[in-house]
T-cell receptor, first 111, second 115 residues
Framework: GNSVTQMEGPVTLSEEAFLTINCTYT??????LFWYVQYPGEGLQLLLK?????DKGSNKGFEATYRKETTSFHLEKGSVQVSDSAVYFC??????????FGSGTKLNVKP | GAVVSQHPSWVICKSGTSVKIECRSL??????MFWYRQFPKQSLMLMAT?????????EQGVEKDKFLINHASLTLSTLTVTSAHPEDSSFYIC???????????FGAGSRLTVL
């Protein structure tokens, strides 16, 4: 089946710290992988995506590389800001726009 | 960019009543919309896929008579929670696919509280 597992939060970091949020997946076939971000009171927004193995998605300083050998898509950012505080969801899309989400990881960045 | 609007954003109702939640794509046509349910500190769980002009496809374990979905136009899908009970209290989120873009746009969600 299809599923996504991501690290439990909350993750609390100081501003300018390095961020890693782990995400692993199980899937049949060759899924596309996504990171979505949900700011307080808002809907989910696409942060980045990768559609095939070894692709790297990047946006706003965040990066994630599609690793087929380890079935992972870890999210990283070199220097977080207070404005990055949000809940981050890892997701896969396998067919017909059907998405499977991880449980979300809340990130708190302190000044 | 693509925008999906949900209404209401927050609704409180009495047990036994029915509640309708609307999901609109504001600047694009969506032949397919999706309804999710999100429990506190948990993932989004896909409830059903809503197809314009045809019946919705429900995920296993989701009661179709409980959660009525109607997708009457290319910009509107509705979710009606019938005879709501406290266990139906949750955050309901819709999303829509801009055809061919392989990207979902999400609404801000609707929080339902059943007393």
């Amino acid at each position: 089946g299809n599923s996504v597992t991501q690290m439990e939060g909350p993750v609390t970091l100081s501003e300018e710290a390095f961020l890693t949020i782990n995400c692993t997946y199980t899937a049949t076939g060759y899924p596309s992988l996504f990171w979505y971000v949900q700011y307080p009171g808002e809907g989910l927004q696409l942060l980045l995506k990768a559609t095939k193995a070894d692709d790297k998605g990047s946006n706003k300083g965040f990066e994630a590389t599609y690793r087929k050998e380890t079935t992972s898509f870890h999210l990283e950012k070199g220097s977080v800001q207070v404005s990055d505080s949000a809940v981050y969801f890892c997701a896969l899309e396998n067919n017909f726009n059907k998405f499977y989400f991880g449980s979300g990881t809340k990130l708190n960045v302190k000044p | 960019g693509a925008v999906v609007s949900q209404h209401p954003s927050w609704v409180i109702c009495k047990s036994g009543t029915s509640v309708k939640i609307e999901c609109r794509s504001l600047d694009f046509q969506a032949t397919t919309m999706f309804w999710y349910r999100q429990f506190p500190k948990q993932s989004l769980m896909l409830m059903a896929t809503s197809n314009e002009g045809s019946k919705a496809t429900y995920e296993q374990g989701v009661e179709k008579d409980k959660f009525l979905i109607n997708h009457a136009s290319l910009t509107l899908s509705t979710l009606t929670v019938t005879s709501a009970h406290p266990e139906d209290s949750s955050f309901y989120i819709c999303s829509a696919s801009d055809s061919g873009a392989n990207v979902l746009t999400f609404g801000a969600g609707s929080r339902l509280t059943v007393l």
